[in-house]
């Protein structure tokens, strides 16, 4: 048996991590513990608990414990589960657990809804993914969902300490661990407590009389890392780069960055950098996007790990650099008046040019013209933000038009 189903938790007690489910007088293990509770959705990365805390709430209630994994089950499999359940059930239930429930169709998931409706079975299934994209809306509306995080660095540390214990109890050996091994291996689990127990194995039976931290570092390369390109977790990382540099902060963007990189992702973050020059920059400092631009350029013709270097110069002048959104909200206003049926000022169109006015025929380049369609002409789209090139730009335009205004083209 692998040892992390050896030393598999008993009790909610000995879960490491999600505290904010599990500890006493948490509103999850009350529900729990009153033997009251609905099908549920457990939402969060592998080895965190899911499987484990299913198992032990089945036994807690003495119910019949029917496990499928998604990834591999049929329709066949399930219905045959379902039927079995008639004869299984007794006076406790069925507890029907799905792993990767995200895998399964939406035929698949709706052949549950009758079991779980009626009350013969009742269903607690996991997902890696957003369960509010990832599954059917009407077994998301009879279950109740709940999310599992990234089990903490101190408690994957306990995790490992009892899984030595059993190593050695098991082996009859009297190894020795040198005190930094375990917080090596728990850093480098990314959270997953299942990883971390199978490193500290590979660890164990590598070594002479004693658990070295250069052991320890071999087996816990960075390619350990939970990263996913296609699953939540990656989107989670490109969406707290954004805000990060968004939020004027360079040592959060950088660490961001420096997960999507070392988890082996170019293309994604360049192109994230790229928005964040217009999106988040914009007017407050237009050279961003030429500066982003080129140190893209040169990160996709370096490759990794050369790539590092200009997207970090990228990332942390978007960081530190002014901000305004006021052109990229200038845009989504005008979209919302967007309509085929206004029209173009005749002098604006192709062939008007008799009576358009040539600004720069006009002292200033300007002239006072209307350029909106005329059910429109007295919107406002862009309105400047306060820093110092967005104001500098309205200081400049405020004297345009209070130098000339109205009538500046009948004078020439």
Not at 272 to 288: H, K, N, Q, T
Not at 374 to 398: H, V
Request: hydrophobic residues 35%; contains cysteine.
């Amino acid at each position: 048996m692998p040892l992390a189903d050896s030393i598999r938790p008993k009790t909610l007690d000995d879960i490491v991590g999600q505290k904010h489910l599990l500890k006493p007088g948490a509103p999850f293990r009350r529900m729990i513990e009153s033997g009251n509770f609905p099908s549920m959705v457990f939402y969060g990365p592998s080895g965190t608990g899911t499987t484990t805390a299913a198992d032990i709430i089945a036994r807690m209630e003495g119910m019949y414990f029917c496990k499928l994994n998604a990834t591999v089950a049929s329709l066949a499999d399930v219905k045959n589960v379902l039927a079995q359940s008639e004869t299984l059930s007794g006076s406790s239930g069925v507890l029907l657990y799905i792993d990767e429930i995200q895998y399964f169709n939406k035929k698949q998931q709706q052949s549950l809804l009758e079991y779980i409706e009626d009350g013969r079975v009742t269903l607690i299934c996991s997902t890696t993914e957003n369960p509010f994209f990832a599954l059917y809306s009407a077994l998301l509306s009879r279950s109740s969902v709940f999310e599992f995080k990234n089990v903490e660095k101190s408690e994957t540390v306990r995790a490992l300490s009892r899984a030595f214990t059993l190593l050695c109890t098991e082996t009859e050996e009297t190894k020795k661990l040198e005190a930094g091994v375990p917080e090596i291996i728990a850093a480098s689990c990314g959270g997953d407590v299942r990883k971390a127990i199978n490193t500290l194995e590979n660890v164990f039976f590598s070594c002479g009389d004693t658990l070295t931290e250069e052991m320890a570092r071999e087996f816990s390369q960075r390619s350990s890392m939970r990263f996913d390109r296609d699953g939540d977790a990656h989107y989670d990382l490109l969406s707290a780069l954004q805000k990060s540099i968004r939020g004027s902060d360079p040592d959060a963007a950088v660490y961001y960055l420096a997960c999507l990189l070392e988890g082996g992702d170019l293309l994604s973050p360049c192109r994230r950098l790229l928005v964040i020059a217009s999106e988040d920059i914009g007017m407050a400092y237009p050279l961003a996007c030429v500066v982003v631009k080129s140190c893209v350029d040169s990160a996709l013709q370096l490759g990794l790990p050369e790539a590092r270097i200009p997207l970090a110069h990228a990332a942390v002048l978007l960081a530190v650099a002014p901000k305004s959104n006021s052109a990229y909200s200038a845009y989504d206003l005008a979209a919302k008046d967007v309509s085929g049926d206004l029209n173009i000022p005749p002098y604006l169109r192709t062939g008007g040019e008799s009576n358009y006015k040539y600004p720069h025929c006009y002292p200033d380049s300007y002239v006072d013209q209307q350029y909106l369609p005329d059910e429109l002409k007295n919107k406002t789209y862009y309105t400047p933000c306060d820093n110092k090139t967005e104001l500098a730009y309205r200081a400049y335009w405020d004297s345009i038009k209070q130098k000339y205004g109205k009538g500046n083209a009948d004078e020439n």
